[in-house]
C-alpha cells in the first residue's frame, strides 16, 4: 500500500490507523462520527445488491482495522437486512436504526452470546428472545438521530461512533450535520447497473464541503479519508 497524500510513501493499513484518535474528538453533544463506505469507479455502493463484491481484501482489512478505532459501529436496518451482521471485536455495540424493527433475528450478531446490539426504534414491536443482549430505546414516528447520539454520548458512554451505512442513513447523518469525517473506499471497477449512491433520500441543504485528510492507493484501489473542514 502506498500513501499518495500527506507525505508520500509506503504505508500498511495498520501503520495509518496507528495514529487515528478519534475518540480523543469528541463532542459535548454527540460522539465523533465517522461513516464508511465503498463504491465502485461510477459511484455505486452496490454490486448484486451487496457491497461486499465492491471492495478488495485491503478494503476488508480497512473495514475491519477502523471497527478497532471506534467504541460503537452504527448501521440503517436496510443494511442489516442484506449484510446479516456478525458481533463486533472486543464486544463493542452493533447500533441499529430502524423504523420497522423487521430484523433478521436469525443473524450472527442477534445468535452470539457475546454479541450486543443497541436498537433505536420508532416501532412499539417487541424484540424477540435471542442470545446476544439486545436493548431497545424508542422514539416517537421516526428516529431522531441527534436525539439517538447524545444518548450514546451521554447515557452510553460512546466517545467515537462508525457509521457504516447505508446511503439513506448515511444522508440523514450529513443533511443534520452529525458526521465528522468520510471514509470512502474506490475500487477500480465499474458497474452499470442500478444501485445505490452513497447517499440516498434526504437532501443536503447546501454542498457539503470536504478536505482529503489522506489518500492512499493499493493495486488501484484507493482509499480516501475525508473531513468536515475545521
Ligand atoms: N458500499 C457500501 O459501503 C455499503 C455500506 C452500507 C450499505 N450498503 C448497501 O446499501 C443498501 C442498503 O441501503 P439502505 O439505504 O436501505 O440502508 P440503510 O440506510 O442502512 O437502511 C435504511 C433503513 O434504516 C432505517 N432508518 C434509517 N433512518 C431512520 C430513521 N431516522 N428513523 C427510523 N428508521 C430509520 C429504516 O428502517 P426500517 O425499514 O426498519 O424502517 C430504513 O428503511 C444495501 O444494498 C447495502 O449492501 C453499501
Same mark, same amino acid.
Not at 501503520?15 to 453533544?29: A, F, I
Not at 450472527?108 to 443482549?133: C, D, I
Not at 428516529?143 to 462508525?162: F, P, Q, S, T, Y
Given at each position: 500500500?502506498?500513501?499518495?497524500?500527506?507525505?508520500?510513501?509506503?504505508?500498511?493499513?495498520?501503520?495509518?490507523?496507528?495514529?487515528?484518535?478519534?475518540?480523543?474528538?469528541?463532542?459535548?453533544?454527540?460522539?465523533?462520527?465517522?461513516?464508511?463506505?465503498?463504491?465502485?469507479?461510477?459511484?455505486?455502493?452496490?454490486?448484486?445488491?451487496?457491497?461486499?463484491?465492491?471492495?478488495?481484501?485491503?478494503?476488508?482489512?480497512?473495514?475491519?482495522?477502523?471497527?478497532?478505532?471506534?467504541?460503537?459501529?452504527?448501521?440503517?436496518?436496510?443494511?442489516?437486512?442484506?449484510?446479516?451482521?456478525?458481533?463486533?471485536?472486543?464486544?463493542?455495540?452493533?447500533?441499529?436504526?430502524?423504523?420497522?424493527?423487521?430484523?433478521?433475528?436469525?443473524?450472527?450478531?442477534?445468535?452470539?452470546?457475546?454479541?450486543?446490539?443497541?436498537?433505536?426504534?420508532?416501532?412499539?414491536?417487541?424484540?424477540?428472545?435471542?442470545?446476544?443482549?439486545?436493548?431497545?430505546?424508542?422514539?416517537?414516528?421516526?428516529?431522531? @438521530?441527534?436525539?439517538?447520539?447524545?444518548?450514546?454520548?451521554?447515557?452510553?458512554?460512546?466517545?467515537?461512533?462508525?457509521?457504516?451505512?447505508?446511503?439513506?442513513?448515511?444522508?440523514?447523518?450529513?443533511?443534520?450535520?452529525?458526521?465528522?469525517?468520510?471514509?470512502?473506499?474506490?475500487?477500480?471497477?465499474?458497474?452499470?447497473?442500478?444501485?445505490?449512491?452513497?447517499?440516498?433520500?434526504?437532501?443536503?441543504?447546501?454542498?457539503?464541503?470536504?478536505?482529503?485528510?489522506?489518500?492512499?492507493?493499493?493495486?488501484?484501489? @484507493?482509499?480516501?479519508?475525508?473531513?468536515?473542514?475545521?
Amino acid at each position: 500500500m502506498r500513501r499518495l497524500t500527506p507525505d508520500p510513501g509506503p504505508t500498511t493499513v495498520d501503520e495509518q490507523l496507528d495514529g487515528y484518535r478519534p475518540w480523543e474528538e469528541t463532542r459535548e453533544e454527540r460522539p465523533f462520527l465517522a461513516t464508511n463506505f465503498a463504491v465502485t469507479a461510477d459511484g455505486r455502493a452496490a454490486i448484486g445488491g451487496r457491497s461486499g463484491p465492491i471492495g478488495s481484501e485491503q478494503d476488508t482489512e480497512m473495514l475491519a482495522g477502523l471497527r478497532t478505532r471506534f467504541d460503537a459501529v452504527m448501521i440503517g436496518a436496510g443494511t442489516m437486512r442484506v449484510e446479516r451482521y456478525d458481533s463486533l471485536p472486543g464486544e463493542r455495540p452493533l447500533v441499529l436504526v430502524s423504523g420497522r424493527l423487521d430484523l433478521p433475528w436469525e443473524a450472527p450478531v442477534f445468535a452470539e452470546e457475546r454479541g450486543r446490539v443497541l436498537v433505536f426504534t420508532a416501532s412499539e414491536v417487541e424484540p424477540p428472545e435471542t442470545a446476544a443482549e439486545v436493548e431497545v430505546v424508542r422514539h416517537e414516528g421516526r428516529v431522531d @438521530l441527534a436525539e439517538a447520539l447524545r444518548h450514546l454520548r451521554h447515557e452510553r458512554g460512546i466517545r467515537a461512533l462508525l457509521s457504516e451505512g447505508g446511503p439513506h442513513l448515511h444522508a440523514q447523518l450529513w443533511a443534520e450535520g452529525l458526521a465528522d469525517e468520510l471514509f470512502l473506499t474506490t475500487a477500480p471497477k465499474l458497474t452499470g447497473a442500478e444501485a445505490p449512491r452513497i447517499l440516498e433520500g434526504e437532501r443536503l441543504a447546501a454542498t457539503a464541503e470536504l478536505e482529503l485528510a489522506w489518500l492512499l492507493e493499493h493495486e488501484g484501489e @484507493l482509499f480516501a479519508r475525508y473531513r468536515r473542514p475545521g
